[in-house]
């Protein structure tokens, strides 16, 4: 079964980090662009970040460039995002996406379920 | 940053009719659209990548198309399943962008 688990969400005060950790399972990850989504509840989907399959090349949003990283670890099937300096504006759920570059094309397949930071002292 | 116009903002349909989500992007995007469908509290779907490729397991009544930078969802019949909000989104450049959703109901 094709599988993407976040973990690592949760509350934590203006000016915190957290470590969001997405394990994948049943495809080939180390093939994989994989990305970052958030929904802000109530929201609409905002594009954080992405990393190349091979961790060589990594993009991120304005909003997020400099306090949040990026990175995987394609021998445990993970990809991380290291979160710093949050804001009340980072609260949201956020979710990992695989992109397998279709014939030049790409979308967002598979999808966690998505993990929920809240950003409040 | 490529914006991305998703009109309307909401929709109530009837089931068995035919629903049509538009989206228009800022500048030049060739094919690089993808739609998906997102229900509360569960994770987005992709219905439709590269404009008109429907995706494994997404009902036929689903369907994508484009004209210039204008592009269209249409649901052929609505069915109550469909009930979720729909995004637009280019994979042309990034930052990927998002349209802003359009929320089906029935």
């Known amino acids: 079964e094709v599988q993407l688990v976040e973990s690592g969400g949760g509350l934590v005060q203006p000016g915190g980090s957290l470590r969001l950790s997405c394990a994948a399972s049943?495809?080939?990850?180390?093939?994989?662009?994989m990305h970052w989504v958030r929904q802000v509840p109530g929201k609409g989907l905002e594009w954080v970040s992405r990393?190349?399959?091979?961790?060589?090349?990594?993009t991120y949003a304005d909003s997020v460039k400099g306090r949040f990283t990026i990175s995987r670890d394609n021998a445990k099937n993970t990809v991380y995002l290291q979160i710093n300096s949050l804001r009340g504006e980072d609260t949201a759920v956020y979710y990992c996406?695989?992109?397998?570059?279709?014939?030049?094309?790409?979308?967002?397949?598979?999808w966690g379920q998505g993990t929920l930071v809240t950003v409040s002292s | 940053d490529i914006q991305m116009t998703q009109s309307p903002s909401s929709l109530s349909a009837s089931v068995g009719d035919r629903v049509t989500i538009t989206c228009r992007a800022s500048?030049?995007?060739?094919?690089?659209l993808n739609w998906y469908q997102k229900k509360a509290g569960k994770a987005p779907k992709v219905l439709i990548g590269?404009?008109?490729s429907l995706q494994s397991g997404v009902p036929s009544r689903f369907s994508g198309s484009a004209s210039g930078t204008d592009f269209t969802l249409t649901i052929s019949s609505l069915q109550p399943e469909d009930v979720a909000t729909y995004y637009c989104?280019?994979?042309?450049?990034?930052?990927?962008?998002f349209g802003q959703g359009t929320k089906l109901e029935i």
């Open positions: 996406a695989g992109d397998g570059d279709y014939g030049g094309y790409s979308w967002f397949d598979p």
């Open positions: 049943g495809f080939t990850f180390s093939r994989y662009w």
């Open positions: 990393i190349k399959s091979d961790g060589s090349s990594t």
């Open positions: 500048q030049r995007i060739k094919n690089y």
């Open positions: 590269a404009v008109s």
């Open positions: 989104q280019q994979s042309y450049s990034t930052p990927y962008t």
